[in-house]
């Protein structure tokens, strides 16, 4: 190596990696890379029914990935070319680029991995985005392949169905897993629920049986023939009945009210949704806080769902920029130091940015902060404020940004109205008759 930084001996040696990641499928990776490899979790038939079928999951889901999606802003680059690039690829494209996003999460979060193919279309000597397919996961698996610098990474994507075998180039993919450690097709979020969901999928039905046996009111028959009172209620409604001489008695005990037969079970299914919710980042609150709450429990609640949020937000921008927009630059414009980046804002309360106001405005009262050299970015960013206007390739203040832009408009109105009403005639003054030739001068 140049530089004077040498390797250690054991690295000169051995120049490559030898062990193998993904432990839950490390035989297989360790037989043979060329054939797709065999998902581990025997669930994502569960997870499809678990997402689709319960309310709870379902808008649980929606609801996480509209939080995330909300925390992206637009794609930016200082290179105006490629900036425009991209714009124009963003508004080619067949839906919108929020959705896409919010699929690619939502299909993540249910299986454990997501995959979409993208695809391109020529304009004006440039490669522009077209389309972002998302595939249903469940038809997907990965093949791979020992990449140039010795790691194992994806080569294709196979798409298996039925009978037709369609294999998929992964430059050609948009592949987001979540918390791929051991497998490559990422861990399910709905796999920490299952039990939860599969105990609550059976409620319905013990309720209905219990109603139906113990909902009805009992009978209580009095008779001195209690064989043919008997025989006469069992052709009732009711299961719930009793047949008793005219001078017997029987007293019906009844629970208070919320610790019925019916309040049990409905307890039961809030507790499962509670348990549901909190496996996808969401506050606990969610699910039975009609009944009220404590509002400072509430703040720490969603102040970690909005660091959950946060953070796949950030995986998710990153994920975008790898798959998408950097292969685009390259085939466009060849390798770049810098591909750009997709903002993520951390959302503040409004409380909380009246805080950091305060904050900001003693700080510069005091002389701890100088807005005039530099701190100014830095409380715009931390306050969310969008950046100063450039006008000339300078920064200058928005106030004095304003004033410059009314000054242009008002002077190219003015010129407009001299253009409109035409070149004013000139007058000319009739000059003095001169002397004819052969006259005399007095």
């Not at 969603?302 to 937000?313: E, G, T, V």
């Not at 997709?342 to 009262?365: C, D, H, R």
């Amino acid at each position: 190596m140049k530089g004077g930084v040498q390797l250690p001996k054991a690295l000169k040696q051995h120049q490559r990696q030898y062990g193998v990641g993904y432990s839950e499928v490390a035989a297989q990776l360790m037989l043979d890379l060329g054939q797709p490899l065999y998902n581990t979790d025997a669930m994502l038939e569960n997870y499809h029914e678990m997402a689709e079928a319960d309310e709870t999951l379902s808008t649980g889901l929606e609801f996480l990935s509209f939080a995330v999606v909300r925390k992206m802003g637009p794609f930016t680059h200082e290179n105006n070319k490629i900036q425009k690039l991209v714009d124009d690829s963003i508004n080619s494209l067949r839906g919108t680029i929020e959705d896409i996003r919010k699929n690619i999460l939502l299909n993540a979060m249910v299986y454990g991995y997501s995959v979409g193919e993208f695809s391109i279309f020529p304009k004006l000597s440039q490669w522009l985005l077209s389309s972002v397919m998302v595939y249903d996961s469940r038809t997907l698996q990965f093949i791979m392949e020992r990449k140039p610098d010795n790691s194992i990474g994806i080569k294709q994507v196979h798409q298996n169905l039925g009978s037709d075998q369609i294999y998929i180039p992964e430059e050609k993919c948009w592949i987001y897993r979540y918390n791929a450690i051991t497998t490559p097709y990422g861990k399910s979020r709905l796999k920490r629920c299952w039990r939860w969901y599969a105990f609550k999928k059976a409620i319905p039905k013990l309720w209905a049986i219990a109603l139906e046996r113990y909902g009805m009111p009992a009978l209580i028959g009095k008779s001195t023939d209690t064989s043919q009172m008997m025989d006469m209620l069992s052709q009732l409604y009711s299961n719930a009945y009793a047949a008793v001489l005219p001078d017997d008695e029987i007293s019906i005990l009844e629970k208070p009210n919320g610790t019925g037969l019916g309040d049990s079970y409905e307890r039961a299914i809030s507790f499962c949704n509670k348990m549901m919710y909190r496996s996808l980042f969401l506050p606990s609150l969610l699910e039975g806080g009609e009944s009220g709450g404590s509002y400072a429990l509430g703040k720490v609640h969603w102040d970690m769902f909005d660091d959950a949020c946060l953070w796949l937000a950030k995986e998710l921008a990153e994920s975008e920029l790898e798959n998408i927009w950097r292969p685009l630059i390259e085939w466009n414009f060849g390798e770049q130091e810098d591909y750009g980046d997709i903002p993520v804002a951390n959302t503040q309360s409004p409380e909380e940015q009246k805080i950091l106001s305060e904050i900001f405005t003693n700080g510069v009262n005091c002389g701890m902060l100088y807005p005039d050299e530099g701190d100014a970015e830095w409380m715009r960013e931390r306050l969310n404020f969008p950046k100063e206007i450039e006008l000339g390739g300078e920064p200058i203040p928005w106030r004095s940004a304003l004033k410059k832009r009314e000054e242009r408009q008002q002077a190219e109105e003015g010129q407009l109205r001299k253009e409109e009403e035409g070149p004013k005639p000139k007058l000319y003054r009739k000059p003095a008759s001169s002397a004819q030739p052969g006259s005399k001068e007095k």
